[in-house]
């Protein structure tokens, strides 16, 4: 089988014939059975192609669902004491931050909500909690979602939101529309 | 006649080891990923419809083939005024001539991930990404700042070495090419 048949095959697949030059690939293809096996050999390595990619996408997936899972339940990423305090050392501005949001956080609670009603407390919590998804994202650069390192903070731009859980601020991720369907994370 | 539950449970079971070499089969025709998951899920349903009426199991890959080639014509049918589009007698010997070969496109497949393994990893990346759902040409070379077309050469000269990596896996392993 010529290269070039093969290209042509392949120009085909992926639209980039013109009207006279598909007319003849189709003729020839009518002829020669050896290009129409060329063809079917062609698209098994597309779909095998487009299968893998799936399973690494899932596998992709799976593995941010079970850092997000980890975290989200107050577990530790799985590091020796040595990377854990490596860890700990090469990102102390965002724990930094975390911690002044943190204690703003607490003051927040306690100083402007003595006798306030709980919407209003609420609110005010929620704000808290996205000045510190704010500094985080902004004043930290914590947007490190790839490469995925375990020494890393883990944050897409646009994709946490706040809220109150048992009447403390909480971050969450989104919702976001997977794209064979609509999973949530 | 068996068990409704069994029954069910073998559909199963032989839907899910032939659906790769049955996409592919139909994929041969039908060019965009979301198009094959279309057909495919309409061959899955008749097959389930006529599935008691299979007496020889063995012969399932085939049998899910040829409902294949009905359904991808029915496909085609409804979208007749597509440019680019085979006309309807090459399509069906297209799928005809597949559909004897089912077994070899289940070994093509599994040789297909080797080979995939030997690229370079920014290669096997690319590839990957590049097929990855929903991802375009334009948008992965506007993403990586080359042009539409450089990046459709490349990636052309990738399945190509691709195909023909497999095609020598399974010469050397006895099988034609």
């Known amino acids: ?185 | 006649m068996d068990h409704p539950q069994s029954s069910h449970e073998a559909f199963i079971t032989l839907l899910l080891r032939h659906e790769p070499m049955v996409r592919a089969a139909i994929r041969a025709v039908v060019l965009r990923a979301e198009d094959v998951d279309e057909v495919m899920q309409a061959v899955s349903l008749v097959a389930w419809r006529k599935f008691d009426s299979l007496t020889d199991r063995g012969g399932f890959g085939r049998w899910a083939c040829v409902i294949a080639r009905h359904e991808v014509l029915k496909f085609k049918r409804a979208r007749a005024r597509d440019r680019f589009v085979l006309n309807e007698s090459l399509v069906e010997r297209i799928m005809e001539e597949g559909a004897s070969e089912c077994a070899l496109r289940a070994a093509r497949l599994s040789l297909l991930e080797r080979c995939l393994e030997k690229l370079p990893a920014a290669r096997r990346q690319l590839l990957l990404q590049a097929y990855s759902p929903g991802c375009t040409t334009r948008a992965m070379a506007e993403l990586l700042g080359q042009s539409e077309d450089s990046l459709y050469q490349m990636l052309r000269r990738l399945r190509l070495e691709l195909k023909r990596c497999v095609e020598l896996g399974l010469a050397a392993e006895g099988g034609e090419a």
Do not use: Y
């Open chain 1, 1 to 185: 089988m010529r290269t070039r048949d093969l290209e042509l095959l392949d120009a085909w697949r992926h639209g980039r014939l013109t009207q006279d030059e598909f007319e003849r690939l189709q003729s020839r293809l009518e002829q020669d059975a050896e290009l129409r096996a060329a063809l079917r050999a062609l698209a098994e390595v597309e779909e095998g192609l487009s299968a893998l990619a799936l399973e690494e996408t899932e596998a992709e997936e799976s593995r941010r669902l079970q850092t997000v899972g980890s975290r989200g339940a107050g577990g530790q990423p799985e590091l020796g004491v040595r990377n854990r305090w490596q860890f700990i050392g090469s990102n102390w501005f965002p724990w930094a931050v975390a911690a002044a949001a943190c204690v703003v956080a607490a003051f927040s609670w306690w100083l402007p909500h003595g006798s306030k009603d709980g919407l209003a407390s609420a609110e005010a919590r929620v704000k808290v909690a996205e000045q510190v998804t704010a500094m985080l994202v902004d004043d930290a650069s914590a947007v490190f979602a790839t490469p995925r390192q375990p020494g890393e903070v883990r944050f897409d731009p646009g994709t946490l939101r706040t809220f109150v859980r048992h009447g403390a601020p909480a971050l969450c991720e989104r919702r976001r529309p997977d794209r064979r369907g609509s999973r949530t994370l």
